[in-house]
């Protein structure tokens, strides 16, 4: 697993063994969602909620994201994480807690231009976080959900519409937009 592209390009990142409790994306899954993004990194606040190794957020930080909020349930992620970032060069813009996700959006504050959710498959987490995230998006926001190819997602969650999903293997990434203009 590495860094795609930016200012850590080419950094190798490390991740927990076996997929119990992270579960890299793969890199052509992660190229395709950053280019699905590319003109909103730049500057942009991202959050990369249940964030494994941090990978997401450390590729955003690498391609001029202003700062990343990386969150994860488990204590050793959190380690790894704050090692990746160290790693990375990306310490400086980083902010990393662990920490249940229904939790810290029910007092997360801050708006986020870019969401990232990679979370545990086959438990339909996607769809009971959707709704209380939709509060912590920016008007013009974008969230990237990655998840099995059988996930049911809403077509619209708290005032986030789901307006596209792109298909890797057994992979599926969709897509929600908060309207509105950044």
Same mark, same amino acid.
């Given at each position: ?14 991740? &927990? +063994? ?5 579960? +890299? $994306?793969?890199? @052509? ?13 730049? =500057?942009?606040?991202? &959050?990369? &909620?249940?964030?494994?190794?941090? !990978?997401? #957020? ?12 990386? &969150?994860?349930?488990? +204590?050793? /992620? ?7 970032? @160290? /790693?990375?060069?990306? !310490?400086?813009?980083? %902010?990393?807690?662990? #920490? ?6 029910? $007092? ?23 709704? +209380?995230? /939709? ?29 596209? !999903? *792109?298909? *890797? =293997? ?5 897509? *929600?937009? %908060?309207?509105?203009?950044?």
């Amino acid at each position: 697993m590495r860094v795609i592209a930016g200012s850590a390009r080419g950094k190798v990142l490390t991740a &927990l +063994p076996g997929e119990d409790v992270t579960r +890299p $994306t793969i890199d @052509r899954v992660k190229e395709a969602m950053f280019s699905s993004v590319q003109f909103l990194v730049p =500057g942009a606040r991202v &959050l990369d &909620l249940f964030a494994g190794s941090g !990978q997401l #957020g450390i590729e955003a930080l690498s391609r001029g994201a202003a700062s990343c909020t990386f &969150l994860d349930a488990s +204590p050793e /992620a959190v380690r790894v994480v704050t090692a990746n970032c @160290r /790693a990375a060069h990306v !310490q400086d813009r980083a %902010r990393i807690s662990c #920490g249940d996700a229904l939790n810290y959006l029910c $007092t997360a504050r801050e708006p986020f231009d870019l969401v990232f959710l990679d979370p545990p498959f086959s438990h339909g987490t996607l769809a009971r976080v959707l709704p +209380p995230l /939709a509060r912590s998006v920016a008007p013009g926001g974008v969230v990237l959900c990655e998840s099995e190819l059988t996930a049911q997602l809403p077509e619209e969650a708290g005032g986030l519409r789901l307006v596209k !999903q *792109y298909k *890797y =293997g057994k992979i599926l990434v969709s897509r *929600y937009e %908060r309207e509105g203009t950044p």
